[in-house]
């Protein structure tokens, strides 16, 4: 019989805070970025659609580590964990 143990410890600590920064890239159908009141999109129809205001929630974020940890920032707490994004800011 044999066995074997790691002398390394576990030294993660989940209560350490950090900063991460997610960046969102706006593009629609191709066009590249999106610029208010000047990027115009062009539908099947021939109709032309130009943006002058830009907004979309981002929620249940959650980060993989690389050994597949997953931790979820609020998950379902929107109160919490979900952003509004304005293209205006």
């Known amino acids: 019989l044999t066995s074997c143990s790691s002398s390394e410890e576990d ?8 900063k991460l920064q997610l960046k ?4 629609f159908n ?5 610029v208010l ?8 129809q021939g109709q032309k659609h130009q943006f002058s ?5 981002i929620s249940n974020i959650s980060l993989i580590d690389e050994n597949a940890n997953e ?5 379902n707490n929107p ?5 509004i994004i304005d293209q205006a800011d």
């Open 79 to 83: 109160d919490k964990g979900a952003f």
């Open 53 to 57: 205001a830009l907004k979309y929630m």
């Open 24 to 27: 969102f890239e706006n593009g």
């Open 71 to 75: 931790f979820k920032y609020n998950e």
């Open 30 to 34: 191709n066009l590249g970025d999106i």
């Open 37 to 44: 009141n000047q990027t115009t999109q062009t539908s099947s």
């Open 11 to 18: 030294t993660t600590d989940l209560t350490t805070s950090g």
